[in-house]
């Protein structure tokens, strides 16, 4: 009688610096304990480089100078280097003297090796019976730090405020929302502006997932195309801005949308029989990294990363 022993391999991920300065803690074994993954062992130590199977590079520290790659020390030949970000193509600048260097791209984009989503959907096990709340005190929010004029959120906001009140919040207004308050106050509305701040390839964020799902409210899209959110979405979960010619035809729309129950409760049918799973620390999508690598290409380099990310 014979025995197999499977050793599966335990895959360690090096960091090399965190995203914007935020640290996590790394003591003991995170993705497992917190996220149920297996042999996986993540660190920032950077001088445990030699030994580390894949190494993270966050774009935006080496894009500033704030952090270099190690391109003077040993790169050992079964070493995989990750380019990370989560930022659309418009705030990744300095790409070009990146290419080559990097294995593998980690990103929010549905065809990086490794598709790290804002948020996901997913199926529900038990049908809870979720009811549309429809007492609401406003019509539409939206909230806004960083607001631009010449952004196509912007004209689009501008216009449709002229036929329908929206409530705006966010430190461009003077009414910053504290991280307690801000889905409450979006769930006192019916509808909620998921406007991305660039329209980009599968750029999806925490507007829609957090802000608007989270919620409970009705978002309006504003970003990738229609077919986009229908793929990553809930069925019949959102109005897409790019459906109605004009910005009034939009506001009409809101109004019927409220107006008829039957129309309304569409919207949140989707809450019996799925629900939705944000993203937020950076250890669980680094912990990703191990669910996928057993799938993960080799022998990959990213000869023109500028224009992967570009395209
Ligand atoms: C943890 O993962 C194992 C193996 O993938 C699975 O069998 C188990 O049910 C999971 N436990 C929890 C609490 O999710
Ligand atoms: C970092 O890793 C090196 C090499 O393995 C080790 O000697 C050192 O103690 C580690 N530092 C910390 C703070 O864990
Ligand atoms: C790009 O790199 C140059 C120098 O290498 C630097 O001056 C510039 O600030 C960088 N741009 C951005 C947006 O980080
Ligand atoms: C509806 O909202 C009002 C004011 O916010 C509240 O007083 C009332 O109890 C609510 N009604 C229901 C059925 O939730
Ligand atoms: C990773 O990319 C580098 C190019 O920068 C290449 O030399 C190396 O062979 C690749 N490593 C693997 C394991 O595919």
């Given at each position: 009688m014979s025995y197999a022993v499977v050793f599966i391999k335990n895959i360690t991920i090096l960091l090399w610096h965190w995203p914007f300065g935020h640290s996590y803690r790394l003591s003991g074994d995170k993705c497992l304990t917190m996220f149920n993954i297996s042999h996986c062992s993540l660190t920032d130590n950077t001088s445990t480089f030699s030994t580390a199977d894949v190494v993270v590079f966050h774009h935006q520290e080496l894009s500033r100078g704030l952090s270099s790659l190690p391109l003077h020390l040993d790169r050992?030949?079964?070493?995989?280097?990750?380019?990370?970000?989560?930022?659309?193509?418009?705030?990744n600048a300095n790409l070009s003297r990146f290419n080559g260097l990097f294995n593998w791209t980690m990103s929010y984009r549905r065809d990086a090796d490794i598709f790290i989503p804002y948020g996901k959907t997913i199926m529900k096990r038990d049908d809870l019976g979720f009811q549309a709340v429809s007492n609401r005190s406003c019509l539409v929010s939206w909230v806004v730090s960083k607001y631009r004029p010449q952004q196509a959120r912007a004209g689009i906001y501008e216009s449709l405020k002229k036929y329908i009140p929206i409530e705006v919040y966010g430190k461009w207004n003077k009414k910053p929302?504290?991280?307690k308050k801000l889905l409450p106050t979006i769930a006192k509305c019916l509808f909620y502006?998921?406007?991305?701040?660039?329209?980009?390839?599968?750029?999806?964020?925490?507007?829609?997932?957090?802000?608007?799902?989270?919620?409970?409210?009705?978002?309006?899209?504003?970003?990738?195309?229609?077919?986009?959110?229908?793929?990553?979405?809930?069925?019949?979960?959102?109005?897409?801005?790019?459906?109605?010619?004009?910005?009034?035809?939009?506001?009409?729309?809101?109004?019927?949308?409220?107006?008829?129950?039957?129309?309304?409760?569409?919207?949140?049918?989707?809450?019996?029989?799925?629900?939705?799973?944000?993203?937020?620390?950076?250890?669980?999508?680094?912990?990703?990294?191990?669910?996928?690598?057993?799938?993960?290409?080799?022998?990959?380099?990213?000869?023109?990363?500028?224009?992967?990310?570009?395209?």
């Open positions: 050992p030949a079964s070493q995989h280097w990750v380019w990370l970000s989560m930022e659309p193509p418009v705030n929302l504290s991280d502006l998921s406007f991305e701040n660039s329209e980009a390839k599968d750029y999806i964020t925490e507007k829609l997932w957090r802000n608007a799902f989270q919620a409970g409210v009705i978002p309006v899209v504003l970003g990738p195309s229609r077919a986009t959110y229908e793929a990553v979405a809930p069925p019949h979960s959102f109005i897409h801005v790019a459906d109605f010619k004009h910005t009034a035809d939009l506001a009409t729309y809101l109004k019927h949308v409220i107006a008829d129950r039957q129309t309304y409760e569409m919207y949140f049918k989707w809450h019996r029989t799925h629900r939705i799973k944000t993203y937020t620390d950076w250890r669980e999508r680094l912990c990703q990294i191990c669910v996928k690598y057993p799938n993960l290409p080799v022998n990959k380099v990213y000869q023109d990363l500028e224009r992967w990310v570009n395209n």
